[in-house]
């Protein structure tokens, strides 16, 4: 608390801004007096369930069964982590604290993501590990505005550069200001980044940031993508981190890569330089937990309907529950190196639309699955995974992703009913909206010849 207190008056803050995020993703949040905060910080502080009650796009679920119409709505109590304390550049006298949602009887939301990854992480810590994890995310940026973008049905959108040029220096260099301002702004804020380069794609990035702890991993994954939407806009753009925005282009990614470390972080355990590929039992019995699950909780690592626009052959992204050495045509990718230290497990599963608490959270817990149960993972496979037959299919569709955690008991011992029951119905109101949209598809195949 004193140390809290002399970096708010160091920095010269005079108001918060407090916020949690929801099971999508998103940072829901508001601004507060710094006195309040002060009362926050020893007291905790009300904040309207709904959050947990409604979607993406702020419409209510009709199906939600910890709270609804039937439950009034009523305050959950935000917890401040004051470990979260942070002070974007752009607003140097406002903080930054993130928060935690607990019930009226003091017990952890069950709904609550970051709640669900402190959960997991106390698991693998009785269980003797520290894991660290890194996050990569590829987005799109257009010289647009949200009103623009909105105006024009996103459609036709400008993007910041033309053309496909992955790896390409020359279109770094020509946007430079921006890329550096942002890069800059963000080390400030405290996301680290480790690489920043261009995809394949007009205007898409790809941005890695550095492996810590998982819950400081998620932290900065998620706010990397609110913050990133704040800095582009007042550069003049837009971000979208959709898993596929358009049709013909390829999709973004948001790879999660992992290791297991001794409690003093002295020693990678997925690392073993007496195998052949240099990975230890460890790290292949953590794999086999990630492959075995996969089909039943792939809901959870790709939670929306435009997920599976990406599970396509020929871009990038898996179809398979499948493993292998360097080979990223896989769900899994082993890593081995350079150097013991280097050894981790890359999940590509994942889209960029993946909430990062839920995907660290349940990834973590399928691996140390497969350590406890000491699962034995299949030969990693050599050449294109995805070609069918060589391994376990995805599900293709959230209907089908959603169905199967429904009934997976394994998601529930690991996660939790509560957790899981919620998701699940909550999936299920997504399905259903989709599914009495008329989409722009639909009009240009049928409005006319038909």
């Keep these: 608390m004193e140390q809290l207190r002399a970096a708010f008056n160091d920095r010269g803050i005079r108001r918060v801004k407090l916020g949690g995020f929801d099971l999508d993703g998103v940072l829901r949040g508001k601004y507060i007096h710094v006195d309040k905060f002060w009362s926050a910080v020893d007291k905790g502080l009300g904040f309207c369930d709904v959050i947990f ?24 109590q935000a917890r401040v982590d004051a470990s979260s304390f942070r002070v974007l550049p752009e607003e140097p006298e406002t903080a930054v604290v993130l928060v935690d949602f607990y019930g009226p009887d003091g017990s952890p939301h069950p709904a609550c993501p970051r709640n669900l990854l402190k959960r997991v992480v106390a698991r693998l810590s009785a269980a003797g590990f520290q894991a660290k994890v890194g996050v990569e995310y590829e987005f799109w940026l257009f010289r647009e505005s949200a009103e623009s973008a909105h105006a024009k049905r996103y459609q036709d959108l400008a993007p910041l550069s033309p053309g496909m040029f992955g790896y390409s220096w020359v279109r770094q260099g020509q946007h430079a200001d921006l890329l550096e301002h ?34 400081a991993a998620a932290d900065a994954a998620a706010l990397f993508k609110s913050v990133l939407k704040v800095l582009a806009a007042r550069s003049g753009c ?4 959709m898993a596929k925005w358009r049709s013909d282009l390829p999709g973004s990614s948001g790879h999660i890569h992992e290791s297991l470390w001794t409690q003093d972080e002295s020693q990678n355990l997925f690392a073993d330089p007496k195998t052949p590929d240099g990975l230890s039992q460890t790290a292949r019995r953590f794999a086999a937990g990630l492959v075995s699950l996969m089909p039943e909780l792939t809901a959870l690592y790709s939670p ?13 992204a898996p179809t398979t529950a499948s493993w292998g050495i360097e080979n990223r045509t896989c769900a899994v990718r082993a890593i081995t190196g350079p150097g013991k230290a280097a050894a981790r497990l890359e999940y590509r599963q994942t889209a960029a639309d993946v909430n990062p608490y839920i995907g660290i959270a349940t990834s973590l817990a399928a691996g140390l699955h497969g350590l406890e149960q000491g699962l034995e993972a299949p030969p990693p496979i050599e050449g294109d995974a995805t070609v069918s ?4 299919p995805l599900p293709a569709s959230l209907a089908a992703a959603n169905q ?10 690991l996660l939790g009913d509560a957790f899981v029951d919620h ?3 909550t999936r299920d109101w997504e399905l259903r909206q989709y599914a009495r949209s008329v989409t ?7 409005f006319e010849a038909i």
Aim: charged letters at 15%; hydrophobic letters at 40%; proline letters at 5%.
């Design 53 to 76: 009650g409604w979607d993406v796009g702020d419409q209510l679920y009709d199906n939600a069964s910890i709270t609804g119409w039937h439950t009034g709505y009523p305050d959950l």
């Design 182 to 215: 942002m890069i800059d702004s963000l080390a400030a804020f405290g996301i680290e980044l480790e690489g920043l380069h261009t995809e394949t794609g007009p205007g898409v990035y790809e941005a890695a940031l550095r492996a810590q702890h998982p819950l």
């Design 238 to 241: 837009l971000v979208s981190f």
């Design 304 to 316: 929306t309907v435009n997920s599976y626009k990406r599970y396509v052959p020929g871009v990038w």
């Design 389 to 392: 037959g060589v391994a376990p």
């Design 404 to 413: 199967a955690l429904a009934c997976s008991t394994a998601a529930r011992t």
């Design 423 to 425: 998701f699940v119905r």
């Design 440 to 446: 722009d598809w639909e009009l240009a195949r049928y």
